[in-house]
């Protein structure tokens, strides 16, 4: 045990600061991980060669993915709870990896705080999981603006000089559509006023002019590529692949026809590697790729659960948000490339969740929590647990068998945990477990941890949810209809001509990544419980050839945040030593 | 020696791939480090604790400063000197260091290519260096965007929402003049068409609608503060002095006042670090920070001279750009801020670029070099002297030794090496040396180390060009005349109002950090070797609180470079294995 605990459990940072760090060629050694792979970041952090998730070595683990009901804003600990279970499984003996996404900078500077678990369950160091870590996001963010250079560099040289010109230099022109270029530039910040601009004012050298956009970098194409790539080679040809403008004629432009693939990938060679960091009580924890779960396809690389399923006995995966985000991209889309098949599934509930989709009021962050979530109320709490029964029916119809991990909280009661237990077992939880491991780490998940390791025994027959060779609007339908419960979909006339247009190009066979909110089994947000009676509109539906899915637009969809009034950087500092306080 | 040489010499990537790399806890230990201040990044990368720069150790080193003569847009071979310097130090049996600006990778993508020497003198691993290193740039960005973001951020919830809401979040309104905004938003990347940009379009959620701009990240003044803070506690009230923008009445608000001042130094906490890497011969090569020299003051950290000069007995620093440019900001910006003084200046010359000086056709990246150039033309050699000598002169000024060191080209002749020499020993110079780096490396360079050794034994009187008490204008003229050899200076009316408005706010006693061209001692590119009769017109001054300094901009001067029509990038690819091919 790397922390000794107090009570009243003392803030996320303060608990990170004060535990004990093992060396990270420690964790290493332990999981038995060959030295030569280890690339030390100083002394609590390392990158892994992705070499040996293509080992000979048998994938032995048992594999678990960590998923949710429908969250509020404030979150509901499933990365929390990943870590506990991982803690849990440790202090039963078993050698069991956490694989987790690396989150974004700009939630941390924004409303949400960091995102490396809480309480005693945490992977540490906390501050530089939440900031840097080992730039990863930042290589994501330079091969995406490289390329959007690229485009515009082309358009500009392409409108100023001649065919015979570019063809001394040994090029083609391209004859870029300026009005269908795909991609945007990124940033990792929330930074609302770059959701529409307009670039290119200035002089004739500062040229063309054109409206963009800045997308946050998590929802990067190239983000989604690093957490699907399988090795070095398959990145380079996914980026290759990525549409990311039109010519004149409508026909696609990849990144290699603009020649700068090579160039993106090797701004990849070191975030290809999966870091390794550790659990406050010194379990492994890989912290790879982060895609978000609403726009892009959230979930962690595979090459981080190719390393682990080889070492551990256990692998602890989170998809983000609800099953009916990160949990059914994960199914149709990670584990389709991987060919990993997992053995059972987390579904983390917590009573507040449950009590808002009853119709509690509303839960915002930075705001006082009502009353209605601070004492006993099983009628609110009665009618919440409708969306708990429909994201287990989404699970069930993947073939998995489910654990449903109540996550306490001080306030909640026993007839509220014992009604969620009850109801969670009837609509066909393999088990209902109330879990402790904010307050009380690996100890407090230990009965979370043997109901999981019951559940990866039992019978199982997993499925995915569509096969391939169905059309884009079958596959978008199913989606609708079968996980969030929709009575149809509706197309916008752009969306049903670019879905006609994306099969006529051959991108019919591709998965579909969902963008969507994830406040609600439905588009809108304020749809709480288990809405029925609802079709689902599409406005839009992009191309992501490279990562290898196409992403349809689910009502209205930001893909980048803003800053509240008072955000979270306001209270982050650093002392002379190098201590940072105020990270939450 | 950890490479052995072959001729002809092969490209630069060829050599740096074939090397013998030593593990960098090798060159930490041989240089006397304490092992708790090296952090590994992998084994052939480390940051260094920047609190070893302020040890008690006596500062024992000889400092050396490595300037150029005006260059031509190829580059003269400044980085490959100091690195052959270092590497000639060493073949003499001394202890000696190099310490170097991270290069940027917006030229590496775009026609420059990369910045790690060249040759048999260079600093490897070359493809770090060039690409991300440790990540410093990333940081520096995301700290000046995160300052950017809050500035709009504030900008949009003042316009939205009341004096009483902001009082119960326990804030003020701060009343942001939206076209008084001092600082854009940076990337590292060569991209023309964020120059100018109109941002918050859409709604009224995205906004408010403005005209901004994206520099490169290097001209950020959050780069300029790392490169001249000592500690990290001057880091960090720097940062919070940055006037980021005014309010409706025209005082300065600083990023402290936005409450960002923490967050952005908590996400430099390791880019205060500076890097240990290794020339090719084993001597160690600290790369921190990287203000370009022609937009900012163009020179490494204070804080990796401060460790170097108490564990070398030589260290040598590079400049940018000419003695007009880079040095000039090393004595009056660099060493004033941290009170160490140079022993001599080496003054890189090429008979390349004199010959430019002399009126030779332009010399144009990705094109053929004219005859000129690689023929035996004393005329135009002579004409073309006249910049060295002014070169000369300004070392001079400062009263420090200068060594001529002549960088054989193999097209030079023993008659045009000759004319340089004498004419060089006749300005003044201490010596003139011609050097072989770039083809035999330290062995090449012994001669030049040799004399070098001896000037740092001279009699000198280092003096600052100017006395910081002077006003703005005195000192703007007193590097116009003195250093540039104008006539007098002509301000634009803004830029007059300018420098009454900073003298009037207390602003007046700050160094003067000149925006220039680096392609001729004058504000006009095409005027070369030393021109007469000419006046400086300052178009605009600018104000950079944190960094310590006033900076006018003399004619046009872009903060963002463009990508050529046929970049660097399209020859940069990456194997499978993870060789990266193509960086020059």
């Given at each position: 045990m790397a922390v000794s605990k107090r009570y009243p459990v003392p803030k996320d940072i303060e608990i990170a600061q004060e535990a004990q760090i093992e060396p990270i060629l420690h964790i290493a050694r332990k999981l038995g991980l060959p030295g030569s792979s280890v690339e030390l970041f100083g002394n609590i952090k390392a990158k892994i060669d992705w070499k040996l998730g293509q080992s000979d070595l048998p994938k032995r683990a048992r594999y678990i993915d960590v998923t949710a009901i429908s969250p509020t804003p404030l979150g509901e600990g499933k990365t929390t709870t990943t870590v506990g279970l991982v803690q849990g499984l440790g202090y039963r003996g078993h050698r069991a990896v956490a694989t987790l996404r690396q989150p974004s900078m700009g939630p941390t500077f924004g409303i949400k705080g960091g995102a490396a678990g809480g309480g005693y369950s945490q992977v540490i160091p906390m501050e530089d999981i939440n900031l840097h870590l080992t730039g990863d996001i930042h290589a994501v963010s330079a091969a995406h603006n490289l390329c959007a250079a690229a485009i515009d560099a082309r358009l500009y040289h392409e409108s100023r000089w001649s065919d015979a010109y570019f063809e001394k230099l040994g090029l083609q022109k391209l004859n870029i559509d300026p009005y269908r270029v795909g991609i945007g530039r990124v940033v990792d910040m929330n930074d609302r006023v770059l959701r529409h601009i307009i670039t290119g004012l200035g002089d004739r050298e500062d040229g063309p002019v054109r409206q963009s956009r800045f997308d946050i970098s998590v929802a990067s194409e190239v983000m989604a590529i690093l957490a699907l790539a399988t090795d070095l080679g398959d990145l380079r040809s996914r980026i290759g692949r990525m549409v990311v403008a039109h010519d004149t004629k409508g026909k696609p432009l990849t990144a290699e026809d603009f020649g700068v693939a090579g160039a993106m990938t090797a701004l990849l060679r070191d975030a290809i590697k999966p870091n390794l960091l550790q659990t406050l009580e010194g379990q492994p924890a890989f912290i790879h790729a982060g895609p978000f779960a609403?726009?892009?396809?959230g979930n962690s690389s595979v090459i981080a659960d190719q390393i682990a399923v080889r070492y551990a006995d256990y692998v602890v995966t989170e998809s983000g948000f609800g099953a009916d985000m990160g949990m059914e991209k994960f199914f149709d889309i990670k584990c389709r490339t991987s060919g990993l098949v997992p053995d059972a599934v987390v579904v983390v509930a917590t009573v507040r969740a449950l009590k808002s989709h009853g119709g509690g009021p509303a839960v915002v962050p930075g705001k006082p929590l009502p009353n209605e979530y601070k004492e006993e109320n099983l009628d609110l709490l009665r009618r919440g647990l409708s969306n708990l029964v429909a994201h287990l029916g989404i699970v069930k119809r993947f073939g998995i068998p489910a654990v449903v991990a109540i996550n306490a909280f001080p306030t909640d009661t026993q007839a509220e945990w014992d009604l969620v237990r009850e109801t969670a077992v009837q609509a066909g939880a393999f088990a209902a477990v109330v879990t402790h491991h904010w307050e009380q780490g690996g100890e407090g998940a230990a009965d979370l941890a043997e109901a999981v390791e019951k559940a990866c025994e039992a019978p199982k027959q997993f499925q995915y949810l569509y096969e391939l060779n169905q059309s884009l609007t079958a596959k978008i339908e199913t989606i609708a209809r079968d996980v969030y419960g929709a009575d149809g979909v509706d197309y916008s006339d752009e969306s049903r001509e670019t879905l006609e247009k994306l099969e006529a190009d051959g991108f019919g066979t591709l998965p579909i990544c969902m963008a969507k909110t994830q406040y609600s089994l439905s588009h809108d947000p304020a749809l709480k419980g288990a809405p029925k009676g609802w079709r689902l509109p599409i406005r839009e539906v992009r191309l992501a050839a490279g990562a290898g899915f196409v992403y349809p637009l689910c009502g209205d969809m930001t893909t980048m945040p803003g800053l509240p009034s008072k955000p979270a950087f306001m209270g982050i500092d650093i002392d002379e030593s190098g201590k940072i306080t105020g990270l939450s």
């Open positions: 609403n726009i892009a396809h």
